[in-house]
């Protein structure tokens, strides 16, 4: 009987250190991105969300909805305001189109286009088409522990893993309970700080700790950033093939 229970409790004690090294069981900076992969992650998901761009000239919001499919697949419907209704984008694997209401026309946002913001805010199309899986383009070092929003974090430096890749380093902070990306610095190949992200309020939607709130910074504009709401999460949905077709950009 004794030997049994040795055969039980051993791959449990293994299960629950996996992610530990060192004599302080500080994780690893890759387990933590996985697990931080796992909460985000889901099959299907229908959201709507609100951005409110804070220009040199005032504020302004857009309303979307957005469907997703897997890591490669996504729509957007834009639907407020007036002048951006309508609108819509696709992204299928690394292609990305947009359809205009007001010119009727479908074109394919590539190259140097990519760089460009998305409806005037510190987002980029390039931001858009990201592999949402953050440990299929980064590798991960755990470098400190710091509090965020009274919450306890490990602080972790990213380094691509891939040439093709928006920032080359990201410096993140990983709520320890929660496993939720609080806050990140976005660098350049040479250290330069492109972008910023905090996180304002934090969420459990379908048992999943989920960002609600969260203010966006291109550090090389003026403005005083771009802040997302998400008004509402439904995971693991059930989407129509057509929605994911260069079709339905005119429907």
Same mark, same amino acid.
């Given at each position: 009987?004794?030997?049994?229970?040795?055969?039980?409790?051993?791959?449990?004690?293994?299960?629950?250190?996996?992610?530990?090294?060192?004599?302080?069981?500080?994780?690893?900076?890759?387990?933590?991105?996985?697990?931080?992969?796992?909460?985000?992650?889901?099959?299907?998901?229908?959201?709507?969300?609100?951005?409110?761009?804070?220009?040199?000239?005032?504020?302004?919001?857009?309303?979307?909805?957005?469907?997703?499919?897997?890591?490669?697949?996504?729509?957007?419907?834009?639907?407020?305001?007036?002048?951006?209704?309508?609108?819509?984008?696709?992204?299928?694997?690394?292609?990305?189109?947009?359809?205009?209401?007001?010119?009727?026309?479908?074109?394919?946002?590539?190259?140097?286009?990519?760089?460009?913001?998305?409806?005037?805010?510190?987002?980029?199309?390039?931001?858009?088409?990201?592999?949402?899986?953050?440990?299929?383009?980064?590798?991960?070092?755990?470098?400190?522990?710091?509090?965020?929003?009274?919450?306890?974090?490990?602080?972790?430096?990213?380094?691509?893993?891939?040439?093709?890749?928006?920032?080359?380093?990201?410096?993140?902070?990983?709520?320890?309970?929660?496993?939720?990306?609080?806050?990140?610095?976005? @660098?350049?190949?040479?250290? #330069?700080?492109? %972008?910023? +992200? /905090?996180?304002?309020?934090?969420?459990? *939607?379908? !048992?999943?700790? &989920?960002?609600?709130?969260?203010? @966006?910074?291109?550090?090389? #504009?003026?403005? %005083?950033? +771009? /802040?997302?709401?998400?008004?509402?999460? *439904?995971? !693991?949905?059930? &989407?129509?093939?057509?929605?994911?077709?260069?079709?339905?950009?005119?429907?």
């Amino acid at each position: 009987m004794k030997n049994v229970r040795h055969i039980l409790i051993f791959p449990l004690i293994l299960m629950m250190t996996a992610g530990l090294t060192g004599q302080n069981q500080v994780p690893k900076g890759d387990w933590i991105l996985e697990k931080v992969d796992e909460n985000y992650g889901s099959d299907n998901k229908i959201m709507t969300a609100t951005m409110v761009i804070h220009g040199r000239r005032g504020s302004r919001e857009v309303t979307s909805k957005i469907w997703v499919r897997g890591n490669d697949q996504s729509f957007t419907e834009y639907l407020a305001p007036p002048r951006e209704k309508g609108t819509k984008m696709l992204k299928l694997g690394d292609q990305l189109w947009m359809y205009s209401p007001s010119t009727d026309r479908t074109i394919q946002i590539s190259g140097h286009m990519l760089r460009q913001s998305v409806m005037g805010s510190d987002l980029s199309y390039e931001d858009m088409m990201e592999d949402p899986k953050l440990q299929n383009m980064y590798s991960a070092q755990v470098i400190g522990e710091e509090s965020y929003m009274d919450r306890p974090c490990w602080v972790l430096e990213l380094t691509s893993i891939k040439e093709d890749i928006a920032y080359h380093s990201r410096k993140v902070w990983v709520d320890k309970e929660r496993f939720v990306t609080l806050k990140e610095d976005r @660098f350049a190949r040479g250290g #330069k700080l492109l %972008k910023t +992200t /905090e996180v304002k309020k934090v969420e459990k *939607i379908d !048992n999943r700790w &989920i960002p609600t709130h969260a203010l @966006f910074k291109d550090v090389l #504009k003026s403005g %005083k950033g +771009t /802040e997302f709401f998400v008004d509402s999460m *439904i995971f !693991n949905a059930e &989407i129509p093939d057509y929605i994911f077709t260069k079709a339905a950009l005119r429907r």
